[in-house]
């Protein structure tokens, strides 16, 4: 059964810092991981997908990396921002095994704070 | 863009009444889910499709139903509301990884609480 760990669960940098943000997962026959943010009492926005045959998409101040092979992946933001504010959440897909059969899971997040 | 569209942000209910939960997507995509996300518990799948009329059970369908009559509609169904369904409810959708990445879409959700 996959399981996907974040770690830490909360985070506080100063405004401007760069950091990056783990996710790890015990199953590496994965077909894609998603970043996604969730800000309180909202829905999630997809931030970045990886599919399993990259190891890294950019969009931005947001950099993220996947290594199959070590069941990890990163989020690195860069400039961090107040607005930033926010859970990150990493989620991924099993390789389908037949039709509509696809189902994610997910971390529990890592809340982050970013002080002004 | 991608609008996944929840009809609810907040309901109140109370404990034995039916609640309907609606989600309307725009693009077309095959596949809906309906998770509820708990503190501590993190997002779990209650049901999915993958076609009009086609549901699959996810990790905790107990307590609930759907129905997809329509492509871009999935509505969740409390039978009969209990106060351990008190949760936020999001809705998602994705084409079938077969065709794209299988990039998942959410909602706003739905705050629902039951007295």
């Known amino acids: 059964k996959q399981e996907v760990t974040q770690i830490p669960a909360a985070l506080s940098v100063p405004e401007g810092e760069n950091l990056v943000l783990n996710c790890s997962f015990t199953d590496s026959a994965i077909y894609n991981l998603q970043w996604f943010r969730q800000d309180p009492g909202k829905g999630l926005t997809s931030l970045l997908l990886?599919?399993?045959?990259?190891r890294e998409q950019t969009s931005g101040r947001l950099n993220a990396s996947l290594d199959k092979s070590s069941g990890r992946s990163t989020l690195y933001i860069a400039a961090s921002q107040p607005g930033d504010s926010a859970t990150y959440l990493c989620?991924?897909?099993?390789?389908?095994?037949?039709?509509?059969?696809?189902?994610?899971?997910f971390g529990t997040g890592t809340r982050l704070t970013i002080i002004p | 863009d991608v609008k996944v569209t929840q009809s609810s942000r907040y309901l109140v209910k109370r404990t034995g009444e039916k609640v309907f939960l609606e989600c309307v997507q725009d693009m077309d995509h095959e596949n809906m889910f309906w998770y509820r996300q708990d503190p501590g518990l993190g997002l779990r799948l209650i049901y999915f499709?993958?076609?009009?009329?086609?549901?699959e059970k996810g990790d905790i369908p107990e307590g609930y139903s759907v129905s997809r009559e329509k492509k871009e509609r999935f509505s969740l169904i409390l039978e009969s509301a209990s106060t351990n369904q008190t949760s936020m409810y999001l809705c998602a959708s994705s084409l079938w990884p077969g065709l794209n990445t299988g990039e998942l879409f959410f909602g706003e959700g739905s705050r629902l609480t039951v007295l």
């Open positions: 989620a991924v897909i099993r390789r389908p095994t037949n039709f509509g059969n696809e189902k994610l899971t």
């Open positions: 499709s993958y076609d009009v009329k086609m549901k």
């Open positions: 990886i599919q399993s045959s990259q």
